[in-house]
């Protein structure tokens, strides 16, 4: 075994990464992305231990939420762009203040100068290092919910927002997975409160998102293709988006988005730019064929990368943020904040037009606000009984065909029946055509993964309404698909709001041992999913 | 159209027997195979998606 990485849906053979990531990432670029988590776990031993205060750790705040988001699945496949970030976080481990009475972890002492170095280290602190399945099973869950925050803090930082909060929270989840003596029953308040923070972590990126750029309003985006050369924006990050607009405006070349930058659409600060043109292709999965037809650069502002097969669609490709492809070029901001994405525009210049893969438009920006403008005429079609059931159906798509589920379930719901959705899984069921009932879209998207915290709103809203004591008393059922682990903290922070009977799929997490899996069941009701015609019986008649 | 896979690059991770059910399968080794030699018409494209989906490009179509 050369590697051992569990931490998405689609972990080989339903077990866990040994040889290659089925995400494309090397032995070598999953062995230090151990090493950095490892070294991450290090400086929160040291924070907790003396007690430092958030606010004289700036840098290093950022630094450790930038480490979390790095190691997300199909974010940086750059070994050494990860290297020299463990290199970077050695040194501010050990700047850090200490004293000798402290008792240090490993973690918080070695050392690893050389990339061999790093590489000997980095066999010995991986997932499998923790022996107790148990225990590893619920120390992994948390890390990868703080993956998921980390995503959406730095995307929320980006535009100026920060918590304190969020940040003294990772050191504490961090160093408590360096503690043997924590029992699993505290591990399991452990996960729920890191569900509690990613609520936090969403309701600051909803903040930072709407409060820059309004609130996501009921927008048709166009799917077809105009004849300028363009330039195609991937991942989640608004700032980086914003920032390429206004350097393309007027430069003759269109900007579309990719995979989970469709809702940035919703947002009306983005309406004023008229080469902003519309959304092209489908979820990330799909990118290998979507960007060799598209002809113009990319941009990831972060995940979903899929490794691409040939030297011309890596020419192609640029990344940005935690974002990382080796080969391919990678923006950095300057001093300022300001990042240059001239080359990208000047290459774009030199490119034909994207090719037409559909037309039409889909529509979306079912965000909190928006819904809840709309919410006397939502609640009168619940009371007429002509809205029966609402579906949350958020998360992600990915590659497996078991994920034609969700295709199949959306179309088999009877047509009293609403969707609510958000993140990149809206791509298998948001081109079907499913109507509307009296006026309100049969499927409403809210945005990308992170907006799973305007579903959570807008339930809690209409619970209200309602007078019910309990969130589970509402017509609502969740059916979420999972791939990485922002779905991760989507599922943590539905958990700690109270909701309960979540079916999750298109499998359960490999990271689940047999009885941290029973847990799951036993306290929460978390199930998988079935065939479809037994879970829309089932499901309607709950 | 046939179908074969590389087994010594094979990560075993499942896709293709997933994606081409009736081509591909996870033998007891943990790693795939293609069970038929010739890849029935209409499943060339089950089997195209499958070989472009291998993440470590071990499925060849000839």
Redesign the interface.
Known sequence: MSMFCYQCQ?A???KG????????KNAEVSNLQDLLIYVVKGIAAKVMARKLPMDTLVTLNREVTTCLFMTITNANFDDAAIARQISRMLTLRDALPTSADDMLPDAVTFQADTLDAMRRKATTVGVLATGNEDVRSLREMILYGLKGMAAYTEHAANLGKEDETLYAFFYEALAAMLDDTLTADALVALTLRTGEYGVKAMALLDEANTSRYGHPEITSVSIGVRENPAILISGHDLADLEQLLKQTEGTGVDVYTHSEMLPAHYYPAFKKYSHFVGNYGNAW?KQ??EFEAFHGPILFTTNCIV?P?SDEIRSRIFTTGSAGFPGCRHIVAQADGVKDFSEMIALAKTLPAPRELEQGSIIGGFAHQQVLALADKVVAAVQSGAIKKFFVMAGCDG????REYYTAFAQALPKDAVILTAGCAKYRYNKLGLGDIDGIPRVLDAGQCNDSYSLALIALKLQEVFGLSDINDLPIAFNIAWYEQKAVIVLLALLYLGVRNIHLGPTLPSFLSPNVGKVLVEKFGIAGIGNVEDDVELFMQG | MQASIDREGCIGCGLCADTCPNVFRMADDGLAEAFVRDVPAQEEAAAQEAADGCPVSVITLT
């Open positions: 689609e080989a053979g339903g990464c040994t040889t290659q990531g089925v995400c494309g999965w290998l064929t490794p097969k590659r497996m065909k078991s």
